[in-house]
T-cell receptor, first 110, second 115 residues
């Protein structure tokens, strides 16, 4: 089955700086890669996703890149704000199976 | 449009008991997935259902089972509860399967504590 690894486990940045979270996956047949943001005590919320036929997708301050050859994908947050502080999860989906990374705790210091 | 709802929100059980959790997807969504979230293991896939059919099951023992009804509502059952089953159980619904263009929306979860 799919195995998704996520790095780093914690990330601290200054407000206004960029943050990058990286994930690798093992199953080359995986075709859908969502990113979720989970604030303390709340449900995960989809913030951006990318499918295997696209290399990059952007939504305002958030972007995701996918390298199918290397089997890794990354989340980029620019101009970070304190409200971006949360745990971020990447996931890979194939054959009715969604596998999550272990999560990255992002702290944005004002 | 109402979001994904889960009942109950909190549950306390003792070892050996069984429990049933319920998930009502967003209206019109036919796919429901269940996940277990714990501090140590993170988010782990339990089941995926689409149109009343279980499409896949994660690496969990047979004590974990589920079903989906014709109105897309889903239930999961855990029998013979163990201390390690204490977790937040999340369900997520999508219009289509994620691999076919569906985006998953999560419910608030059911916090299960096994004493």
């Amino acid at each position: 089955g799919e195995n998704v690894e996520q790095h780093p486990s914690t990330l601290s940045v200054q407000e206004g700086d960029s943050a990058v979270i990286k994930c690798t996956y093992s199953d080359s047949a995986s075709n859908y890669f969502p990113w979720y943001k989970q604030e303390l005590g709340k449900r995960p919320q989809l913030i951006i996703d990318i499918r295997s036929n696209v290399g990059e997708k952007k939504d305002q301050r958030i972007a995701v890149t996918l390298n199918k050859t290397a089997k890794h994908f990354s989340l980029h947050i620019t101009e970070t704000q304190p409200e971006d502080s949360a745990v971020y999860f990447c996931a890979g989906y194939n054959n009715n199976d969604m596998r999550f990374g272990a999560g990255t705790r992002l702290t944005v210091k004002p | 449009k109402a979001g994904v709802t889960q009942t109950p929100r909190y549950l306390i059980k003792t070892r050996g008991q069984q429990v049933t959790l319920s998930c009502s997807p967003i209206s019109g969504h036919r796919s429901v997935s269940w996940y277990q979230q714990t501090p140590g293991q993170g988010l782990q896939f339990l089941f995926e259902y689409f149109s009343e059919t279980q499409r896949n099951k994660g690496n969990f023992p047979g004590r974990f089972s589920g079903r989906q009804f014709s109105n897309s509502r889903s239930e999961m059952n855990v029998s013979t509860l163990e201390l390690g089953d204490s977790a937040l159980y999340l369900c997520a619904s999508s219009l289509l399967l994620p691999g076919q263009g569906g985006e998953q929306f999560f419910g608030p979860g059911t916090r299960l504590t096994v004493l």
